[in-house]
T-cell receptor
Framework: EAGVTQFPSHSVIEKGQTVTLRCDPISGHDNLYWYRRVMGKEIKFLLH????????ESGMPNNRFLAERTGGTYSTLKVQPAELEDSGVYFC???????????????FGPGTRLTVL | AQTVTQSQPEMSVQEAETVTLSCTYD???????LFWYKQPPSRQMILVIRQEAYKQQNATENRFSVNFQKAAKSFSLKISDSQLGDTAMYFC??????????FGGGTRLMVKP
């Protein structure tokens, strides 16, 4: 089966511009997660979709970030306007929908490296 | 909130030898899962091994095994017979009930020929 895919692989933009990252999860995976790794730091959670609904967006840094998941399939993460501190690698992961007392493995995409100049 | 700590930013090992990567975590949860992920240079992050906290038996996957010490909140990864392809960034992660993962800072492992 196809893995998690992300587009673009790299993006270089100037401060103040807008960028949209896309993630296509593994087919049949209802859970979709966004994470970010800023240079030299830990990978940090941004938000979690279950199908088309936002389950947890506690990691979103501010209102310049907007995530959507149309029809419970692919997801987009828009940064508008981008700031220098938004630079980093943005990872998407997906997993099957599991019960309240279990968890399925999250499978990661290759990431999008965002550079804001 | 959970925290995950990897105290070894970088490690190296000779090919065919054994190396152990350490990971400690802090949580008040009783039901959780622990993971080791591997990210080779310029490649995708992949799952190495997974451990359910309720299981006493340590997980193994071929040359990879863990030493899970629940009381000590320790979850180390042992790589036996190291191969050049094991060169990667290794991340320890904590998760529970379908929710987000909390990651450690990572350990960069270099396998030398």
């Amino acid at each position: 089966e196809a893995g998690v895919t992300q587009f673009p692989s790299h993006s270089v933009i100037e401060k103040g511009q807008t960028v949209t990252l896309r993630c296509d999860p593994i087919s049949g995976h209802d859970n979709l997660y966004w994470y970010r790794r800023v240079m030299g730091k830990e990978i940090k959670f941004l938000l979690h979709f279950v199908k088309e609904s936002k389950q947890d967006e506690s990691g979103m840094p501010n209102n310049r970030f907007l995530a959507e998941r149309t029809g419970g399939t692919y997801s987009t993460l828009k940064v508008q306007p981008a700031e220098l501190e938004d630079s980093g690698v943005y990872f998407c992961a997906s997993s099957r929908l599991a019960g309240a007392y279990s968890t399925d493995t999250q499978y990661f995409g290759p990431g999008t490296r965002l550079t804001v100049l | 909130a959970q925290t995950v700590t990897q105290s070894q930013p970088e490690m190296s090992v000779q090919e065919a030898e054994t190396v152990t990567l350490s990971c400690t975590y802090d949580t008040s949860e009783s039901n959780y899962y622990l993971f080791w992920y591997k990210q080779p240079p310029s490649r995708q992050m992949i799952l190495v091994i997974r451990q359910e906290a309720y299981k006493q038996q340590n997980a193994t996957e071929n040359r990879f095994s863990v030493n899970f010490q629940k009381a000590a909140k320790s979850f180390s990864l042992k790589i036996s017979d190291s191969q050049l392809g094991d060169t990667a960034m290794y991340f320890c992660a904590f998760g529970n009930a379908g929710n987000m993962l909390t990651f450690g800072g990572g350990t960069r492992l270099m396998v030398k020929p």
